[in-house]
């Protein structure tokens, strides 16, 4: 059983920087993406950005690129979301995601595991 557990939210001021991370357990395969998402309240959950999990090819929103960066540690089994330079617009409940295998997508619907989230807030 997959399990995806995001850290590292919070409260941070307009132009600062955070980093957060995800924690998957249970993977048995490597063909397949995992995917930073976000929630802001009364908005569809997006697509922030994406990793495949063997080569580390990264694919980015553009509200995001140039700010955002995907990385991964396969050994320790955990992604990272390096965000710099936040605004209002990026406030809200990120998740992580893992796609079906063989999937490499930006599609809510191609990714079967998720986790928990964790908030992220911008104060002016």
């Known amino acids: 059983q997959v399990q995806l557990v995001e850290s590292g939210g919070g409260l941070v001021q307009t132009g600062a920087s955070l980093t957060l991370s995800c924690e998957a357990s249970g993977l048995t395969y490597d063909f397949y993406a995992m995917a930073w998402f976000r929630q802001a309240p009364g908005k569809e959950r997006e697509f922030v950005g994406s990793t495949t999990w063997v080569g580390g090819t990264t694919n980015y929103a553009e509200a995001v690129k140039g700010r955002f960066t995907i990385s991964r540690d396969r050994a320790k089994k955990t992604m990272f979301l390096q965000m710099n330079n936040l605004t209002s617009d990026d406030a809200a409940v990120y998740y992580c995601?893992?796609?079906?295998?063989?999937?490499?997508?930006?599609?809510?619907?191609?990714?079967?595991?998720w986790g928990q989230g964790t908030q992220v807030t911008v104060s002016s």
């Open positions: 995601a893992r796609s079906r295998i063989g999937k490499i997508s930006t599609r809510r619907a191609d990714y079967e595991y």
